[in-house]
Structure formats: structure tokens, C-alpha cells
């Protein structure tokens, strides 16, 4: 039966179709949101997957480039792998949605997006989003919603709901929030120094609109909501955990738990594990699940030691961070490196810089983001948790983990006009125990401080976790969690900043929600530590940005000329402009605005290929001195290359201050001579002297009669002389035969 449901949200309507499309699926939203159009759907398996003992999710977003009106780039013409915002979208669908299904639920799902077509008003990642949440409320899918999913901007300081892709990438603010009915339950930002009040206050703005469309899911979900199907559920059985806690008291676990060695308290636990493996060994099912129970009274001793007894399993204060330490250029020969040390977590930074043309392109359904200059690649090799398993490429985890660090600095970098070079910073995890991508902003923000990039402010990032109890009030706060305290914790709230405010949050929970106090607390403990980090840790190591340049790294000069010119300055096929990079090794890049970079390592050869780049777009005066080489020699002269598709004559009565009899006796076809310009003729032709007395003072008259309207021959612009027609359009077998000409008058 097709049921359609409509509402206004921030200005446009929304409508939900229902048991329109997709009706095989266990439950399916056509998603309509201005002209962004996303079919959303929810699906699972009949039975449970065997050997796990976790919730299978997948979350997919597909983006289509029909939905923007493009064919896909390269030479494969079809959508291949999910690109990194689609990777991104998915982990933040997910995030939210992951603890609103049953803990002890083992069948696979899957929750998929397909982008079918976008409006630049309404992103599309919003309705998508707002769509799994309600194909899976409308399904037979076991599910503790509804949820729902706001996006708030912020443009000249005021808040925007639901903001357009423009708002959206232009302003001050990119914060999406996911409630239930009573609770934030997942908070993803990135912003340009937003103070933690102006935070929170955007938080709960985004909170109240979720609840005005938390009711119109359940008005969806009455009128055609599934009844949810039974499942068999994976819970470890009770008589279990009483008969090994006749084996390994609490007392026992506690001991083994609370160390600050990881490495000390995985020996510990597996010898309690060998310990009840040989207890059980006459029952299999309990054997089946013994290492998740094993997991479970790992996760029930920790919590209830540190929400009961204050007491944390390294021993800490709940708001002490753990050993701080950071070093600057321990790599040689890169650009910018350092390392930062919290605790057993550990990470490398390496920055390098490169001209704008390595800037990332980008092949998205916005057609306003071609490419991005500043990237951040994060890397977890197994060896850092002691573990040995094949490098298999980025997971999504490590692109997550990446694009938060990299968001995190963005809003410090300074622009392109201040600094016209593409930067890319790399984490390579050494060590991890607890919150390593906020270990890599604050590596990569030193790296960067180390290359000599003009940030404009410092920034740190941490982690704050959270075990709560049985009533909303009983919650214990944790400044800088632990791997241990975050598996067996409630909440990883992950923050960074300047000292004037946030940069990004990124909020990951496994309860049903956090109450205001929670979030508030969170934040301002944030605030606090990294604070901390930058004055007793970072600062003393690295406190601004070094004023030059590491010598391995690419120099870049700007320069601006007239955007019509540009084609001059290309040439031909590429021509002018792939002799001017063979002849200085130098990288060029040039913008529509006129705006040319020129990149490379010898100084010499950048200044180099600027003054010529400005002889080709600059006007040749009279009087100006030169240098050249000389391109041609004819009987009565020879003809100087002042810039490519650029030369002048010196005639061979003006080659020296003596009497020439042969033009070769002077010059040869490749010496490079100092010239100066004595004539522009009325067609553009330039004529030179090499004399020492005619090289300073005024400027000798040339007499007409000496080259005038029969063509002494001076050079001209051969760009000019192909726009004119005439004599200029001539090639140059053509002219040398009339040059000749001008050889017997003389």
C-alpha cells in the first residue's frame, strides 16, 4: 500500500513515500527534500550469523553521479569505490544508529542510501540520514526509535537549520545532531573557533527541531510501521556468570584489570580465560561464548569500580591526563615531522608541502568542491596494538579518523594567497591505547608549526569518556580515555580547539542518549585539558610557526598577469610553457584569475622562470635592457629571442662600436647577449643594439630611412604578427627571402 507523508522542515517540504518503490525491502523510504531525491532502505537476514559476537551492521551511501548531472571521471566510466564523503556520511548514519538496535541482535543488516538526485538547497547526506532512520522505524526491524537528524550552519553569526550546500561549505559552522525523544545521542561538528557556549547553544537548537520530526516518524510509523519480528537472542546466560565468578572472584578481576600496562593486563586475562576454559571443558555452548563473557565481566568489573569507588583502571584522577611528551623534526629530510606521546599512545606526523596543483580533485556530487589542498591520512598498522595482520589499505575507520584531525585544523591554515601550497600531513600510529586521532591533531598541528606553515593559532584536541548508572543523574566523567575505558565505557567525546574555541567534536556513545548535564560537562572538561596539552606539553616544544621554509621543501612565488596573456604565456600545444619548465625545472601553475605560482627548490631557477614569464606577458619598452639569446643570423644581422614568440634585430651596424664585416664574428646562433631596445616600429618590430655607447643615456634616433616601411627588420612580437594579417601571416621562409632584401640596401 503507497502512502505519502509530508512536513515542513526549515523552510521546504519533506516527503516520505511509502511501500512505493522497493517493496521487497524489510522497510523503504523514498525520500523526497526539495529536488534531492534519496531511496532509502532497511534490510536483514532471517537467521543470525554464526561466530560473531557482534552486531553486523552495514551502512551504505551510494553516491550516483546522474544525480548532479555528471558522468563519472576517468576511464572507467561507472561508480567504483565509495568516495571518502560517502565513507564519511556512512559512519555518521551509523553512529547514532548502531546502539538503538538490540545488544544481543545477530542477524545482519543493512542499511542503504542511494543518492538519486541533488538539490544544491538540500543536502542530500541530511535526507539520507533522516531516511535510514525512518526505513528502519517502518520496518519489521528491531529498533529502539525513533531517531532523527538535524543539520545546523552557521553564516554572520547566525544559525542556520538544515543549511544549503553553499551555507554549508562556506560558513562558520558544520554540525549535525541525532536525538531520540529524551536525549542527544551522537554530535559531529566542524567550526571555525566556536566558543563552547555558542556550541552547546547549536546542539540544542538542532535537538529541538529533531523532536518536531521525531513526531512526524511516529506519525509514519502508526499509519504503516511493521510489527517487529522476533529474533533469537545471543545473551550470555546468567548461570554462566555466577559459576565463573566462583572461579574468578571479583577481587580476582579487579586486580587484573586495573594496571596502566595494556600489555600486563592482556596477560592477565588470558591466563583467567585458560583458567576457565579448562573449568568448562565438558561444556561446549558455554565454551562457545566464553570469551564474550569473559568481555562482559571485564566491562561490569571496570564500570562499576569506577562509577561505585571512583577508582580508574590506571589508577588516574578522573580528570588527570595521562604522561605527556612531544619532539619536533625527529624524521630528517621531510618537510615537518613530530611526534606526540600521551600515555601508550603514540604518533608520528610527517607534513609535506607541495605546489597547488597536488591539491586533491575531487569527484563528488557538489559541484562547488573540485578539490581541497589541505589533507590529512591517518594509518593504524596492527603492530600498534601488538597485533600482526596484513596492510590491507585505509579502512573506515582510518578515514574517519583522518578527516577529524584534518578538520580540527582547517579553520587555522592560512589561505592560498598567504601561502599558495598544497599541504599534506600523515599520521603514522607507532603506539595505541585511547583516542589516537585526537593524538593526531595535535602531532600534525606541531608538524605543521615544524614546516614553517603560518597557522594562526595552536591546536590540541582529547577525549573525554563516561560511565553512567542506573538514573540520569549517577554519571562519572573521564578526561582522557584509555582504550579499556572506552570498550567498557558508555561514551567516546572526542574535542579540539584553539584557546577561543572549538574546531571539531566528534561524539560516539553505546547508550540511548546523554542528558544536557553530560554534554555541557563533556565539553567544558575538554576545554580544560587541552589547554593543558598546549602549555605544559606542546608550546615548550614548538610554540609558533618557524618563520622559513625547511630546505627540502619546494619554494613557491606568485605573481599575477593579465588573464588574457595567459594563453601567451602557455603557447601553442603547451609549447612556451614546457620549455620555460624543461629549461628551469620548475613547476607553474596557472590560475583563470591571471594568478601564476611558480614551484621549485632552486631559487635561482624559480626567479628565473618568473622574469621570463613576465618578459612574454610585459610590453617591450624603448630603452629597456635585455638579456637574450640569439635565435637567428641573417647577413645584415641577427635576431635576439627576447622571450618565447618574442625577438628583436640587432643590426650588424649596431653589433659593435667597430666596423663588422661578418655578423658571426660577433655572435653565433645560441650566445646569450645583453641587448637594448632603440625602435618599436610602427608594425611592431623591435630593434636592438649590442653598441656599449648606445646601452645607457638617451635613446640614438633611428632615421626612417634606415629601416622605416621597407622593413629594416627589427623584430616583433610573433604572437602579433600571426593576429595581423599581411606581411605578419607570413612564414619564415617568406620573411628571411625579404629580409635579404633590406641586407643589400644597406
Known amino acids: 500500500m503507497y502512502k505519502s507523508f509530508s512536513m515542513e522542515l526549515a523552510g521546504r517540504t519533506l516527503t516520505v513515500d511509502i511501500g512505493r518503490v522497493a517493496k521487497q525491502a524489510n522497510g523503504a523510504a523514498f525520500m523526497h527534500y526539495g529536488d534531492t531525491t534519496v531511496l532509502s532502505t532497511a534490510t536483514a537476514s532471517d537467521k543470525p550469523r554464526d561466530g560473531i559476537d557482534f552486531f553486523p551492521l552495514s551502512v551504505e551511501y551510494e553516491e550516483k553521479m546522474y544525480a548532479a548531472g555528471k558522468i563519472p571521471g576517468g576511464f572507467n566510466k561507472r561508480e567504483g569505490k565509495a568516495s571518502e564523503n560517502a565513507v564519511l556520511t556512512s559512519r555518521v548514519i551509523d553512529r547514532p544508529m548502531r546502539p538503538l538496535f538490540p545488544k544481543d541482535y545477530r542477524n545482519d543488516v543493512t542499511l542503504n542510501n542511494l543518492v538519486m538526485s541533488v538539490d544544491p538547497e538540500c543536502r542530500p547526506e541530511l535526507v539520507a540520514m533522516l531516511g535510514s532512520a525512518i526505513a528502519a522505524c517502518v520496518s519489521d526491524i528491531p529498533f529502539d526509535g525513533p531517531c532523527a537528524m538535524t543539520q545546523v550552519g552557521m553564516v554572520d553569526g547566525q544559525f542556520i537549520i538544515n543549511p544549503s550546500q553553499s551555507e554549508w561549505k562556506e560558513g562558520d559552522l558544520n554540525l549535525t545532531v541525532a536525538s531520540t525523544r529524551e536525549k542527544v545521542i551522537m554530535i559531529e561538528a566542524g567550526a571555525n573557533e566556536i566558543p563552547e557556549a555558542a556550541m ?47 572461579i574468578v572472584p571479583p577481587e580476582q578481576m579487579e586486580e587484573a584489570v586495573f594496571t596502566d600496562e595494556k600489555q600486563v593486563r592482556e596477560e592477565s586475562i588470558r591466563q583467567i580465560t585458560e583458567k576457565l576454559t579448562e573449568a568448562f571443558a565438558d561444556k561446549e555452548d558455554w565454551l562457545a561464548v566464553l570469551d564474550e563473557a569473559v568481555y562482559q565481566y571485564q566491562k561490569k568489573t571496570v564500570r562499576k569500580m569506577i562509577l561505585k569507588d571512583q577508582k580508574r583502571p590506571d589508577g588516574r584522577r578522573m580528570d588527570q591526563i595521562r604522561p605527556l611528551s612531544a619532539e619536533v623534526d625527529i624524521i630528517p629530510r621531510v618537510h615537518g615531522s613530530a611526534m606526540f606521546t600521551r600515555g601508550q599512545t603514540q604518533i608520528c606526523n610527517v607534513c609535506t608541502l607541495g605546489p597547488l596543483s597536488d591539491a586533491q580533485k575531487l569527484d563528488g ?64 600510529t607507532f603506539e595505541s591505547n585511547g583516542s589516537t586521532s585526537m593524538a593526531s591533531t595535535c602531532a600534525s598541528c606541531m608538524s605543521l608549526m615544524a614546516a614553517g606553515v603560518p597557522i594562526k593559532k595552536m591546536v590540541a584536541g582529547i577525549s573525554c569518556g563516561l560511565v553512567t548508572g542506573e538514573t540520569d543523574d549517577d554519571f562519572v566523567l573521564l578526561t582522557d580515555i584509555q582504550g579499556l575505558e572506552d570498550f567498557f565505557g558508555d561514551m567516546d567525546f572526542k574535542v579540539t580547539g584553539t584557546v577561543d574555541g572549538i574546531t571539531a567534536i566528534q561524539m560516539d556513545i553505546k547508550i540511548h542518549g546523554l542528558t544536557r548535564p553530560i554534554v555541557e560537562g563533556a565539553i567544558a572538561r575538554c576545554r580544560e585539558a587541552r589547554l593543558f596539552i598546549m602549555d605544559t606539553c606542546m ?64 631559487a635561482d ?33 641577427a635576431f635576439v629571442e627576447l622571450a618565447p614568440n ?9 653589433l659593435s662600436e667597430k666596423r663588422v664585416g661578418k655578423v658571426e664574428d660577433v655572435v653565433n646562433i645560441g650566445d646569450e647577449v645583453t641587448v637594448r631596445v632603440i625602435e618599436i616600429d610602427k608594425m611592431g618590430r623591435i630593434n636592438l643594439t649590442m653598441k656599449p655607447s648606445e646601452m645607457t643615456g638617451d635613446v640614438p634616433v633611428v632615421e626612417s630611412s634606415d629601416r622605416g616601411d621597407r622593413g629594416g627588420r627589427g623584430g616583433r612580437d610573433r604572437g602579433d604578427r600571426r593576429d595581423r594579417g599581411g606581411r605578419g601571416g607570413r612564414d619564415r621562409d617568406r620573411r628571411d627571402r625579404d629580409d635579404s632584401f633590406d641586407g643589400d640596401d644597406e
Do not use: W
Open 365 to 428: 556530487l557538489d559541484e562547488n568542491e573540485v578539490s581541497k589542498r589541505y589533507m590529512h591520512h591517518y594509518n593504524f598498522p596492527s603492530y600498534s596494538v601488538g597485533e600482526t595482520k596484513p596492510s590491507r589499505g585505509p579502512g573506515r575507520r582510518e578515514i574517519g579518523h583522518g578527516a577529524l584531525a584534518e578538520r580540527a585544523l582547517l579553520p587555522v591554515l592560512p589561505s592560498t594567497e598567504e601561502f599558495p601550497y598544497a599541504i599534506r600531513t600523515v599520521s603514522e
Open 605 to 637: 631557477m624559480i626567479k628565473k622562470a618568473i622574469s621570463i614569464i613576465e618578459s612574454i606577458v610585459n610590453d617591450v619598452e624603448v630603452g629597456q635592457v635585455i638579456t637574450g639569446k640569439v635565435a637567428r643570423i641573417m647577413n645584415f644581422g
Open 200 to 246: 552547546i547553544e547549536a546542539i540544542y537548537r538542532a535537538h529541538e527541531v529533531n523532536q518536531v520530526i521525531i513526531k512526524f516518524i511516529d506519525s509514519i510509523v502508526a499509519e504503516v510501521g511493521k510489527e517487529k519480528h522476533a529474533y533469537e537472542s545471543c545473551a550470555i546466560p546468567e548461570e554462566l556468570f555466577a559459576a565463573m565468578k566462583e
Open 539 to 602: 608550546r615548550p616544544e614548538i610554540s609558533e610557526p618557524r618563520p622559513e621554509l625547511s630546505p627540502y621543501a619546494p619554494k613557491i612565488e606568485q605573481i599575477m598577469i593579465d588573464p588574457q596573456k595567459i594563453g601567451d604565456v602557455v603557447g601553442k600545444q603547451g609549447k612556451v610553457i614546457n620549455k620555460i619548465i624543461e629549461e628551469t625545472g620548475v613547476k607553474i601553475d596557472i590560475e583563470d584569475d591571471g594568478s601564476v605560482s611558480v614551484c621549485g627548490v632552486d
Open 646 to 654: 618574442k625577438d628583436g634585430m640587432v643590426h650588424i651596424s649596431r
